[in-house]
Nanobody, 125 residues
Framework: QVQLVESGGGLVQAGGSLRLSCAAS????????MGWFRQAPGKEREFVAA????????YVADSVKGRFTISRDNAKNTVYLQMNSLKPEDTAAYYC??????????????????WGQGTQVTVSS
């Protein structure tokens, strides 16, 4: 079993930056594909970014490409989402997810086995 805890959310003005962290416990996640998703009020949860276990490949949604970067530190069992040039439409609850091996990088929720509780990001205009 893997427990995921997100942190780093908050209120920021448009154009600002935040870095979200996702700390895993229970098992080492070094071999897991890790992803970030978000859900805005009244909307379905959507894919943001994912990264392979080796950090050799990343997959970022078009809506955040060039602004958001996903990375991981396997030694710390932590995944990060660096968010720059934030826009009001980025306002959402952000969730970390883990896909146990064997797994390929995916943008689909159903591919992921473990989820965090989420951290709120609010971008003011």
């Amino acid at each position: 079993q893997v427990q995921l805890v997100e942190s780093g959310g908050g209120l920021v003005q448009a154009g600002g930056s935040l870095r979200l962290s996702c700390a895993a416990s229970g098992r080492t996640i070094s071999s897991y594909v890790m992803g970030w998703f978000r859900q805005a009020p009244g909307k379905e949860r959507e894919f943001v970014a994912a990264i392979t276990w080796s950090s050799g490949s990343t997959y970022v949604a078009d809506s955040v490409k060039g602004r958001f970067t996903i990375s991981r530190d396997n030694a710390k069992n932590t995944v990060y989402l660096q968010m720059n040039s934030l826009k009001p439409e980025d306002t959402a609850a952000y969730y970390c997810a883990a896909d146990r091996p064997p797994s390929g990088i995916s943008r689909y929720e159903k591919a992921y086995d473990y989820w965090g509780q989420g951290t709120q990001v609010t971008v003011s205009s």
